[in-house]
T-cell receptor, first 114, second 112 residues
Framework: EAQVTQNPRYLITVTGKKLTVTCSQN?????MSWYRQDPGLGLRQIYY???????DKGDVPEGYKVSRKEKRNFPLILESPSPNQTSLYFC?????????????FGPGTRLLVL | QQPVQSPQAVILREGEDAVINCSSS?????VHWYRQKHGEAPVFLMI?????EQKGHEKISASFNEKKQQSSLYLTASQLSYSGTYFC?????????????FGGGTRLMVKP
């Protein structure tokens, strides 16, 4: 089954404790992206990747890091989480962005930073 | 800059129609529409590429006015299953092929 998976689905952590949220897709998509969703603000892009070893900042990259060493995986790293990073995070992938291609979203990771 | 969606929320009775608008300050290459049910991931509805293009999906259709940098989503004869938050995602011509920027969402509630 074609899907985007994220782990963990729920995470409670404390300020400053490094964490990684994993994202994996099995559709051989080149484009992957991370979004955060906050009430009233919709989906805001954090980072995106056009292909392996190619990543770029989205609209709200501060406090986040990503890597794309393999095509299928695109982990999101919070080196020193802060309470303002409490949010719902979605990973998404598509063959490429825009055009006729839809983005497939993962199930989301709800993060609470205390 | 995020596209602006209006209205922010709308309540309908089953069978009624609704229009959701999405406006951008940038020249657009494409507009995407997604629906998100509470607690779930956004799900693709449709993509519009050309100015003036209209697409349909069951009783949900959309138009794209390239000149006005706007898109509208039309929901006709609404059903209970249409409830959720609708997002437009825009790909502007400057960043075509790079980024999709989403609006703040329109919350739709359909009541029996």
């Amino acid at each position: 089954e074609a899907q985007v998976t994220q782990n963990p689905r729920y995470l409670i952590t404390v300020t400053g404790k490094k964490l990684t949220v994993t994202c994996s897709q099995n559709m051989n998509h080149e484009y992957m992206s991370w979004y955060r969703q906050d009430p009233g603000l919709g989906l805001r892009q954090i980072y995106y990747s056009m292909n392996v070893e190619v990543t770029d900042k989205g609209d709200v990259p501060e406090g986040y890091k990503v890597s794309r060493k393999e095509k299928r995986n695109f982990p999101l790293i919070l080196e020193s989480p802060s309470p303002n990073q409490t949010s719902l995070y979605f990973c998404a992938s598509s063959l490429y962005v825009g055009g006729q291609e839809t983005q497939y979203f993962g199930p989301g990771t709800r993060l609470l930073v205390l | 800059q995020q596209p602006v969606q209006s209205p922010q929320a709308v309540i309908l009775r089953e069978g009624e129609d609704a229009v959701i608008n999405c406006s951008s300050s940038k020249a657009l290459y494409s507009v995407h529409w997604y629906r998100q049910k509470h607690g779930e991931a956004p799900v693709f509805l449709m993509i519009l590429l050309k100015g003036g293009e209209q697409k349909g999906h069951e009783k949900i259709s959309a138009s794209f006015n390239e000149k006005k940098q706007q898109s509208s989503l039309y929901l006709t004869a609404s059903q209970l299953s249409y409830s959720g938050t609708y997002f437009c995602g825009t790909e502007d011509k400057q960043n075509a092929g790079n980024m999709l920027t989403f609006g703040g969402g329109t919350r739709l509630m359909v009541k029996p």
